[in-house]
Every structure is written in C-alpha cells, then in structure tokens.
C-alpha cells in the first residue's frame, strides 16, 4: 500500500509565531500533493495543490502569503503557517497522488493558536 | 464550480437496522470515493467508484454509483456500533487529477 505521514500530530503555539507541517509520501513518488483544512464538524476544504519543483496553485479565499506550501522533493511538500492566530486552528491533512489513480491522506496536524 | 452535497447530515439509528446516505454532485466527474472518519482521526478510504452502474460492498457497507443522475449511495446493512463515524463522499474535480472536493458529511451514530 502507498503510506504518508504526516507530522506532527499535533501542535500548539503561540499566536503570531509560524508553524511547519510536514508531508511525506512514505513508499512512492507523489508528483501532486494536495493540502484540506476541517474545521470541527465541517468537512474538508481544499486549500492548495502542490507541484513538485512549481509553486502551489492556492484555492479561492486561501491567503498563499499566510500558508505558505513547498514542494522540494517527489516525497515531501511542507505547509507552514505564518503568524498564526487562534482563527488558523484547525485540523490539516494533505494527501499525496502517484497519478490519476487515488491519492493517499496523512494522519492529519491539528494546529491548536492560543 | 463543484458542488457536493450529502444527506442527511446526522444519522442516529438503531443496530441492526438499514439506511442509506446520499451523495450528489453538480458536475460531471469520472471518479468518486468514500472515506470514514473517527474522532479526531484522518480518512480512511472505503470505495472508489469509476462508473456508471458500478457498486462495491465490503461488509456491512456497499455503495453504487449513477453517474447519469450524478448521484451516489452509501448503503449500511444491519448497522453496528463499529460503524459509528461519520462519512463522506469526495468527487475529482476534473479529469487527470486526484483534486478532490468533499461532500458535508453524514455523522452517523448507531445505539444498541
């Protein structure tokens, strides 16, 4: 099977400092990886997809100064929010596609900005 | 633009009883998935359907797909507490691409 792990887990910080999350394809090369952010009890929402080698190509209403996405590697692409405050805690998960085939989600980051 | 919508959104049902979730889309995609989620956990992928007419069952659990009525179904069959998540239908925006767009869930319970 296609692993990806996500890290950390989970995270706190304090507002206005930045924070970094970690993508990584475990067992493939993922030519695409994909950022969602939920909200409690809401669904996912698609914030950004990562090309490896280009710059991310952000959603609609999704600030790219303010979560800012790297794709160095075919297995690693990273999501750091800068200067966060209490409104970007959330849960964040990305998931890594090998192609058009079925893309693979990561254990999720829940951002705690206190 | 996308659009994915599901019903109902809370389920609470007795075990041993029969539902179904619906999921329906706005545009027409060429891929469709279900995915699980516990509390404070990531996705787990259940189906992925890629045609018209097509239906997979893994347990409890079977879903079908109508891609002429851009509707799919999350059949659950004598539900157990194991079942207890909530559940959502995901669409690829477009073809060559795994972009998904997310349904709103379905939370569902189920008590003895």
């Known amino acids: 099977g296609a692993v990806v792990s996500q890290h950390p887990s989970w995270v706190i910080c304090k507002s206005g400092t930045s924070v970094k999350i970690e993508c990584r394809s475990l067992d493939f090369q993922a030519t695409t990886m994909f950022w969602y952010r939920q909200f409690p009890k809401q669904s996912l929402m698609l914030m950004a997809t990562s090309n490896e080698g280009s710059k991310a190509t952000y959603e609609q209403g999704v600030e790219k100064d303010k979560f800012l996405i790297n794709h160095a590697s075919l297995t690693l692409s990273t999501l750091t929010v800068t200067s966060a405050h209490p409104e970007d805690s959330s849960f964040y998960i990305c998931?890594?596609?090998?192609?058009?085939?079925?893309?693979?989600f990561g254990q999720g980051t829940r951002l705690t900005v206190v | 633009e996308l659009k994915v919508e599901q019903n109902p959104l809370f389920l609470s049902m007795q075990e041993g009883k029969n539902y179904t979730i619906y999921c329906n889309y706005s545009?027409?995609?060429?891929?469709l998935y279900w995915y699980r989620q516990d509390p404070g956990k990531s996705l787990e992928s259940l189906f992925v359907l890629l045609s018209n007419g097509a239906v997979k069952q893994e347990g409890r659990l079977m879903a079908s797909l109508d891609t002429k009525a851009r509707l799919s179904t999350l059949h659950i069959t004598a539900a157990v507490h194991d079942l207890s998540a909530t559940y959502f239908c995901a669409v690829v925006t477009s073809y060559n691409t795994d972009k998904l767009i997310f349904g709103t869930g379905t939370r569902l319970q189920v008590f003895p």
């Open positions: 998931s890594a596609s090998k192609g058009k085939t079925e893309a693979f």
């Open positions: 545009t027409t995609s060429d891929r």
